[in-house]
């Protein structure tokens, strides 16, 4: 019988928090971070970029960099512009949001950048 693993996410460490799935994983190489992206274009999903103190990330509510980027296709651009947040943010926490329209929900989201913790 296998065990169930430990994560070591602690509130005493804000560094170890987890926001998200992928979170748990491994952190995400500049590619993959690309490849997600490039994931919620060939879904259609609309990207948008949030932001957020890490004292706040636990909420429901992150600020919303701009409007959503309706019909963007372009990867490059979307990580342009997640890159723009963090310089003007660099102390929050970025993360990539693909809202998906025909469910009227986030279709996923991951966290690009980590913030300064508290």
Not at 82 to 108: L, M, W
């Amino acid at each position: 019988m296998s065990e169930v693993q430990d994560y070591k996410s602690r509130l005493s460490d804000p560094a170890s928090a987890k926001f998200e799935t992928l979170s748990y994983l491994p952190a995400l190489t500049a590619d993959e971070i690309r490849q997600q992206v490039a994931y919620i274009v060939s879904k259609g999903w609309n990207p948008a970029v949030e932001h957020t103190e890490p004292e706040n990330a636990f909420g429901n509510y992150w600020y919303m960099w701009k409007l959503p980027m309706f019909g963007e296709t372009d990867v490059d651009t979307i990580l342009k512009e997640a890159e723009r947040c963090h310089k003007r943010n660099p102390h929050n926490h970025v993360r990539i949001v693909g809202y998906d329209n025909f469910k009227q929900s986030q279709g996923t989201s991951l966290v690009v950048y980590r913030g300064k913790t508290v």
